[in-house]
């Protein structure tokens, strides 16, 4: 373990904020035991107005009568720490879980991709702000060193001997250990960890077992104490119960970010990106309602998909209130690396596939296309329309004369009359073609000016009547 790193979230809240929404983040919220009757945790909001762990129900809401509380649901929280680990990936490669309410992240080979430690904690504590997760953070040269620094109150520093001073000035009961070996510690005077180290190893094994001395040495790394690491699922799935019914769109919004927010951590994990989310509503009277949002080439971020679902909403009428959510990756792919310009950091702002999947979010799939060339020397027959992201090849023909910018959607006649009036620039360009299906064509092409200046392409058919057929810019 020498050299490493390691990070430490304690979510001390979890099970209360598992259950916030975008309205409930900023107000007193407090979470109830399974009977209902008493406040189990509190936010600080909470606390603030007198709130607390224990308290009457009836107490509680005579100090706060605008607390929200919420009833605890202990078979979902294993679900919430494992959304967390997805959504850590941003962070770590290398993630752990310590139920109920401990990540463990390896950052010591996450530093150099951040610029440094500070960098990297302002990242995850801004993350965290945003998602409206409280988590007690520190660092430790050892995974427990981490964990019992964060759940002791949270110390930051890269240097193993900052960490070693730190628990050592730790009380023996900030320590994991059992009610009876700390009664019996400081039985013997001994307070604060330092004094617990001075202790032979010899002694402590006499009076305590094996147990004490293995974890003082995992604890300032002595010896090994490799952790069992996160495996991601094969695909990203997550299903939502929400605390209350929502009966508007908007109120989706936080916790689509938060479910966004883990999919990009997962996608990281695995290297890859997607190319389609799906959002599946529960409504009240247990019907579904399902929404897509692609994007026209593939994105992993949170921020993109962010921006197309809240386009997506815009249009969405819910027919009964909402109360469960189910997010969904789809069209995964290995992530490409992008090159980027050696001189210039900045990001782009809006790229072009971002800009086409928008306006397919906003106008619908099939009203944003593009045009490919098709192996067919007849102009109206030379292209077709398809999606932007479509893996379709694209022939290229041989080079021809001058195309006029815009091309007719059907060749309109020119008159007899018409046609002496019109002055030729260029041609004739013969085009023969169709032979293959039922509609053969022979023609003549000229690029002429026409009675009022402009430039056309007209040509003649095998039966010498004229048409025009498109128009230079």
Not at 199 to 206: E, F, K, N, V, W
């Amino acid at each position: 373990m020498a050299g490493s790193l390691w990070c430490y979230l304690h979510f001390p809240l979890l099970p209360l904020e598992a259950h916030y929404t975008d309205q409930a983040c900023s107000q007193a919220a407090a979470l109830l035991d399974e009977r209902g009757t008493h406040v189990l945790l509190c936010n600080a909001a909470a606390t603030a107005q007198g709130v607390s762990a224990g308290m009457a129900i009836a107490t509680a809401y005579s100090l706060a009568p605008e607390l929200r509380c919420y009833t605890r649901h202990p078979e979902q929280e294993p679900s919430s720490l494992e959304a967390l680990a997805m959504w850590a990936g941003r962070f770590s490669a290398q993630i752990s879980l310590y139920p109920p309410y401990g990540l463990l992240l390896e950052a010591g080979s996450m530093l150099h991709y951040f610029g440094g430690l500070s960098p990297y904690l302002a990242q995850l504590h801004s993350a965290l702000d945003t998602l409206h997760w409280s988590a007690e953070i520190a660092t430790g040269h050892t995974p427990l060193a981490a964990k019992v620094l964060a759940e002791t109150g949270g110390f930051t520093a890269e240097e193993a001997s900052a960490h070693c001073t730190r628990l050592e000035r730790l009380p023996i009961r900030g320590l994991n250990l059992e009610q009876k070996v700390v009664q019996r510690l400081e039985g013997m005077g001994i307070q604060h960890v330092k004094q617990l180290r001075a202790l032979p190893s010899d002694a402590l094994t006499r009076r305590f077992g094996k147990t004490l001395p293995r974890y003082l040495a995992q604890l300032f790394g002595e010896q090994p104490d490799p952790p069992r690491y996160f495996t991601p699922p094969k695909h990203f799935t997550r299903h939502l119960i929400l605390p209350h019914e929502l009966e508007h769109s908007g109120g989706l919004r936080f916790p689509l970010r938060r479910l966004l927010a883990e999919m990009e951590g997962y996608l990281r994990q695995c290297q890859l990106s997607a190319q389609e989310t799906t959002l599946t509503l529960r409504l009240r009277d247990l019907e579904t309602q399902e929404l897509q949002v692609r994007h026209s080439r593939a994105e992993l971020q949170a921020s993109v998909w962010m921006s197309l679902w809240e386009l997506r909403l815009e249009r969405v009428r819910l027919t009964q209130p909402v109360i469960e959510i189910t997010l969904r990756a789809q069209g995964l792919a290995p992530l490409e690396v992008m090159t980027t310009d050696l001189f210039n950091s900045a990001a782009a702002v809006d790229t072009p596939e971002h800009l086409v999947s928008k306006l397919q979010t906003r106008l619908g799939i099939d009203a944003v296309q593009r045009m490919v060339m098709v192996a067919d020397h007849r102009p109206e027959k030379s292209y077709r329309w398809v999606l932007p992201d479509s893996r379709c090849k694209e022939v290229h023909l041989p080079p021809s004369g001058a195309r006029p910018h815009w091309l007719l959607p059907k060749p309109a006649d020119l008159a007899a009359a018409e046609i002496t009036q019109w002055q030729p620039l260029c041609g004739p360009e013969r085009i023969v073609g169709g032979w293959w299906d039922t509609l053969p064509v022979r023609r003549d092409y000229y690029i002429a000016r026409s009675p009022d200046g402009r430039l056309g392409w007209i040509f003649r058919d095998a039966n010498r009547q004229w048409y025009l057929h498109g128009w230079f810019g």
